[in-house]
């Protein structure tokens, strides 16, 4: 198993919908999430910054399927989805900024 944990930025005023569009996530991007081998998914929000840190868990053996992720069709729609209501790359794929591990507690 390995964790990723990354930084991403909300637009002002768009908190409500970013919660409701992925308390809505289409079935189709869940199920290539989870055939990518990411089981365990998690984005919080620093209401203050409007900074969203995700962390997510990755199944060992599927380097390779996570990589492919952004060339899949429905990862294109989703970030084309997102792409009013954060910060995002030229592509439309959000602005992910690398966070370090500094302590794990299990």
């Known amino acids: 198993m390995t964790s990723t944990a990354f930084r991403m930025k909300l637009k002002p005023g768009f908190v409500e919908e970013y919660k409701r569009r992925h308390d809505e996530l289409w079935p189709d991007l ?13 984005i919080f929000l620093d209401e203050e910054s409007l900074s969203l840190f995700a962390v997510l868990k990755l199944k060992p053996g599927y380097e390779a399927q996570r990589a492919a992720l952004p060339q899949q069709p429905v990862m294109r729609r989703w970030w084309d989805y997102m792409a009013d209501i954060m910060d995002v ?8 900024v690398p966070l370090a591990p500094m302590f794990h507690f299990a």
Do not use: C, K, Q, R
Request: charged content about 20%; aromatic content about 10%.
């Open 30 to 42: 869940a199920e290539a999430l989870s055939a990518a081998g990411i089981y365990d998914y998690s």
């Open 89 to 96: 790359n030229p592509d439309n794929s959000p602005v992910e």
